[in-house]
């Protein structure tokens, strides 16, 4: 397994790629957005105790009043969108007696369920609706793989990509031809599993790339994937010392792009023709690193507001 090969050294603080455990990752993405596909209104939960909802952990069951705010919330996103309650009860599948019970404080027991499909309707977040706060759980986890040899981008990929058909997550890998063709035949039948693209024509823009991997990703989790992992290896070979800046600047702000998506990005970069400065970029526009010694956090990581800004 990776994550046994793969432990993390020094200060890593995140292993297997950031793939935290079947029910804690669900129970992340029902935190960090209104627009799930597998958290549905008609769901059973157990209750939230809102109150002490903090954006990370969630309890199972407790009464909750609108002393957070919650139904006051409610009320002015209804408002701010010219809604009637008549309005938000058909968009959002919650009866117009339940709606003025929450509006109003007087039903204490609000289920996520309840709560994802209001976010949904009101365009607002869960956090939102129960903290008053824009908060973002950041789930991406976005890694570079500096590699020195076909093999080495081989076994780590590979292991990469079979771990992901284990746990039945959605899988893109974009590289090289040579590299496709390369994991293909190691991995066998299983390479069915994966979708193959050839970078060269991924990579003819950063604003394409961006829009082409949230299409994707959108529609796998859309479709029910519990987790979407992807091997991104960009072009760099040919390019300009502007498009350089602006292709690093794009690794950057994925982070920002994908920061509240059930997603894992490994970005491969083949530093037998990757010139240095690239490299040390890659370690500015990258959170975290995979190498010898396992996964690490990349220590010279830049916050990609400050890096889009100041590259």
Request: glycine share 8%; aromatic share 8%.
């Amino acid at each position: 397994m990776l994550e046994d090969r793969l432990q993390p050294s020094g200060v890593a603080t995140r292993a297997n790629y950031g793939l935290r455990p079947r029910a804690d990752a669900t129970l992340r993405t029902l935190q960090a957005t209104p627009g799930l596909s597998h958290v549905e209104a008609g769901e059973s939960f157990d209750i939230v105790n809102c109150s002490d909802y903090d954006g990370a952990t969630m309890p199972t069951r407790s009464d909750i009043g609108d002393s957070g705010g919650i139904g006051s919330r409610v009320r002015a996103a209804r408002d701010r969108l010219g809604w009637t309650r008549e309005a938000l009860a058909f968009r959002s599948g919650i009866s117009w007696s339940a709606i003025a019970q929450v509006e109003s404080g007087r039903r204490r027991n609000v289920r996520p369920s309840t709560l994802t499909a209001l976010s949904r309707a009101l365009r607002v977040s869960i956090d939102y609706l129960v903290r008053g706060s824009p908060s973002r759980p950041t789930m991406l986890d976005h890694s570079a793989f500096p590699y020195r040899t076909d093999d080495q981008f081989r076994t780590t990929v590979e292991t990469f990509l079979t771990e992901g058909i284990e746990r039945s997550d959605a899988l893109l890998a974009v590289t090289a031809a040579a590299n496709i063709e390369l994991l293909r035949e190691h991995l066998g039948q299983d390479a069915r599993r994966v979708e193959f693209v050839d970078a060269s024509g991924w990579y003819s823009t950063p604003i394409a790339a961006l829009e082409s991997y949230r299409a994707f990703t959108d529609a796998k989790l859309k479709r029910g994937a519990p987790w979407v992992r992807i091997v991104g290896e960009p072009v760099w070979a040919g390019r300009s010392d502007a498009e350089v800046r602006l292709w690093t600047r794009y690794e950057s702000l994925l982070n920002l792009v994908f920061g509240a998506y059930p997603l894992t990005i490994v970005c491969p970069y083949d530093e037998r023709s990757v010139a240095p400065e690239i490299m040390r970029q890659a370690h500015l526009t990258h959170p975290h690193t995979v190498g010898d010694r396992g996964i690490s956090n990349s220590r010279e990581y830049a916050n990609p507001e400050r890096y889009a800004l100041q590259s």
